[in-house]
């Protein structure tokens, strides 16, 4: 995993102090293209109803990796609805994993038939189709991987976010924020892990990891350690109403950072 940090976020104009008020104002200081990617970027814009603003702010950090973080933050409109479609993609072992999923997760996604009749079901469809994909054609998209997290916010009225590893969603209802991801680390599923005929280790002074390598226990890709990981993903849905400030995408880069 990098120690870069991304963030994307959706908000309603609300008055709020402290990190969340620092983390909004990073993330959404000038308009710029959704999928700007590099050493750093910035930008922000409104739905196509101006109901709902969103931005995003990539940071490459001091670890000597290239940046390997990807976002979407986009509007679309799909059967007279509008569609707000946010993710954070956090690659590992190279940017092509990550990349297919910045162009290709949400399409899929979309395209599930039963999208409009039950969006949990087709979001873990698509995740799971996704994977599939990935590790099918592993010798062009190469031996990494990606953590994922997605948020799908439908009308401006229903919330839809999905995970896979460590990049988290949070949610600011009045004032207070709620993480609606799980972390997914090792040690949580070492039963899990144990059985498929994994390991976990736990080194003095480092994190948990998959087989001593990866410090996640859920990813796209990585066809190597497939057998012992899970693109398995949590879904939350959250009915969007005046109690809901504004909610925050990010990569571990930010959570995890040390102060």
Known sequence: MSQHSSVAGASRPVKEAGFFTKIKNVACLKSSSSSDKGKGGKGKSKSLSNKVSHGFHLVEGQSGHKMEDYHVAEYRKRKNH????????????????????????????????????????????????????????????????????????????????????????????????????????????????EKQGGFVTTLPGDVPRVNGQLAVARAFGDQSLKAHLSSEPDVRHVPIDSTIDFVILASDGLWKVSC
Not at 152 to 178: P, Q, T, Y
């Open 82 to 193: 509008t569609l707000g479609l946010f993710a954070i993609f956090d690659g590992h072992l190279g940017d092509r994993v990550p990349t297919y999923l910045k162009d290709n997760l949400f399409n899929n996604i979309l395209e599930e038939p039963n999208f409009w009749k039950d969006p949990e079901a087709a979001i873990r469809s698509a995740y799971s189709s996704t994977d599939k994909f990935i590790l099918d054609n592993s010798m062009q998209l190469g031996p990494g991987g990606s953590t994922a997290v997605t948020a799908i916010v439908i009308d401006g009225k229903d919330l839809w976010v999905a995970n896979i590893g460590d990049s988290r969603a949070v949610v600011c209802e009045r004032g207070s924020a709620n993480q609606i991801t799980v972390d997914h680390e090792p040690h949580a599923e070492r039963r899990r892990i």
